[in-house]
């Protein structure tokens, strides 16, 4: 399933509609959440049960057909009137078509014919009495054959038990293998990013100390444009590889559980299942590192840049904060000079206007010699422009809270 949490519960009325089609009672029908079967039995005596199953990732059919005649074969099941009328959701995973007898199992050379491919596979499951052989390859309906011979004595429970392992086999076998492409593609890609990545890092290498900031700036927007893919592409393979490890785990439970015991003349079934996904899993694992890796490298050398970016910058301030000083140096100088000169223009105005005074009151009589009254003001006018300076400045920093004083100096104490 592409969409398991939207497409379980849709398999579940995709089965209620199948038992609609095949027209199965409902007093002969159970349906849970992830369960579910159904049973019908024609008038020729035949049964038909169809069981549903959904699992994490992927759900299941069992079609059962039980004939009340003991011929049985290959092929189509010839339930009257039965008829597969849906299409599953999702990808095809496999499809299995198992023939279960009592009787013990034909020759070889009467088996050869039924099942399609160069190579036939059997063995002993379970017990000295239970056989199963089958081919691996599809047949013209694209299922896969197998044949199990069963004991005369075999209970209903070991019947399911040999369906649901060859079945749960299969399954996980095809899962791990249906990434193959995806990965074959990705092996590609993870080759030319690491090439890139290694040339740019070369390059960097070798330049990073002597280069500016735009061209750090232009080396920092590449790698993150190949970060992003990366993570796009690490996302897409955890998705799809990270449960590659517990479905080879499965497989390999599954055929310890089945007890496997060689047949003569038929080469084992664990040569084939083993042989196809030996090393697949860790392969995807393998893959998903390298990617990490990858990731890593690229996330690091974007972090030097960024670094060598932020001591260019520090430096820049450090630059703009040293002309700031000077400039504030320059400017207090330059307050200082501009005070004295307005104390010194400020008194000068007193004492012109002082002269006035002084030569009006000489003529009125009340002052004998304004020159020299003039001479005796202009120490009062210094001290008065000084004053009026002093208190301006105090004035104005009560009046703007932001601008403090400039400190005086204190002289050492003796």
Known sequence: MSDPPTQRPASREEFRSLLDAVKVEAESTVLKETFGYGIKESVGGDRLILVWQAHTEYYNYQIWHLPAKPEVSFGPLTFPEYDFAISPLGNLVCRLDILL???????????????????????????????????????????????????????????????????????????????????????DHAYKFEKVHLEQREIITSHIGHANSETLQRWLNSLTQDLLKTNRMAGTLHFALSASIPYDKIVHATLTSIGEQRMESYRPISDYVLGGITGVAEGYQQLLRRIDTLRGGFEGIIEIIRTRIDLIVEAQNLALLQSVDKTTKSQVLLQHTVEGLSVIVIAYYLAGLGGYVFKGLQEMGWLKNANIASAVFVPVAIGLAFAVTTFSKKYLHKKLPGVQPAPQAHKPED
């Open 101 to 187: 007898t009592e009787e013990a199992l034909p020759a070889r050379e009467r088996m050869q014919p039924l099942f399609p491919g160069p190579v036939m596979y059997g063995s002993r499951v379970f017990d000295e009495s239970t056989s199963l052989v089958t081919s691996f390859t599809p047949d013209e309906l694209g299922r896969e054959r197998y044949w199990v011979s069963l004991g005369p004595q075999a209970q209903a429970s070991r019947l399911k038990d040999i369906v649901d392992a060859i079945v749960r086999i299969e399954t996980y076998y095809h899962l791990l293998l249906m990434q193959k492409p995806l990965f074959s593609a990705a092996i």
